[in-house]
Nanobody, 124 residues
């Protein structure tokens, strides 16, 4: 069992940066595939970035490629999402997710553990 808690969201101007954190309690995430998803009002939850438990392979949605970076600090039991060059289209609630021995899949159904979400608002 693992609990995930996101932090780092907030209000930022277009062009700015934020770093989201997802802290795990219960155990380390070094044997988990992890991912970030987001959900804007009136829209479905969408994949943002994923990190495989093995080999550290990463994947990104086309809309964030080159701007966002997912990473993990095993010593801190934490997964990060560095977001640069933010635009209003990035406004959403951001969720982290984890699944034991996962590959960082784009499918939400692949994940057993979810955080409660953190709001990111980008003003134009």
């Amino acid at each position: 069992q693992v609990q995930l808690v996101e932090s780092g969201g907030g209000l930022v101007q277009a062009g700015g940066s934020l770093r989201l954190s997802c802290a795990a309690s219960g155990r380390t995430l070094n044997t988990d595939g992890t991912a970030w998803f987001r959900q804007a009002p009136g829209k479905d939850r969408e994949f943002v970035a994923g990190l495989s438990w093995i080999g550290g392979a990463t994947s990104y949605a086309d809309s964030v490629k080159g701007r966002f970076t997912i990473s993990r600090d095993d010593a801190k039991y934490t997964v990060y999402l560095q977001m640069n060059s933010l635009g209003p289209e990035d406004t959403a609630v951001y969720y982290c997710a984890a699944n034991r021995y996962g590959l960082g899949s784009e499918a939400p159904t692949s994940y057993m553990y979810w955080g409660q979400g953190t709001q990111v608002t980008v003003s134009s």
